[in-house]
């Protein structure tokens, strides 16, 4: 689970365009998950970069909602694919041309 963990945190950091570390990038990402319909604490993403550095567990439920931040239906989903057991393509992809999402996402970048 932590190499997966390790993963999932990468592809978010990749995708908001910044390392999350600080307390301030867990609020605003937690900022742009709430604008994204996805109510995720940011102390709930705290405890998934502190496993990441063998600090503490988090839920399945946070994990589910990162997943689908990252472009999976859920936590399982993304474990599926990182083992080779599906086809990427069969999740989901991003939608073409600018969407409220990706301004959102370009102002957490912004932001951070």
């Not at 390790?6 to 742009?32: M, Q, W, Y």
Request: net charge negative; proline share 4%.
């Amino acid at each position: 689970m932590f190499h997966d963990l390790k993963l999932l945190t990468v592809a978010v950091e990749r995708k908001v365009g910044k390392s999350i570390s600080h307390p301030s990038d867990f609020e605003k990402l937690s900022h742009l998950f709430t604008k994204l319909g996805q109510d995720v604490s940011s102390s709930a993403l705290s405890k998934v970069w502190n496993y990441v550095s063998q600090k503490e567990k988090p839920s399945v439920a946070t994990l589910d909602k990162i997943a689908l931040f990252v472009g999976f239906q859920n936590w399982d989903d993304f474990k599926t694919v990182l083992h080779g057991e599906d086809n990427v393509d069969l999740h989901y992809e991003e939608p073409e041309g600018p969407s409220a999402d990706s301004h959102s996402e370009k102002r957490m970048k912004d932001s951070l």
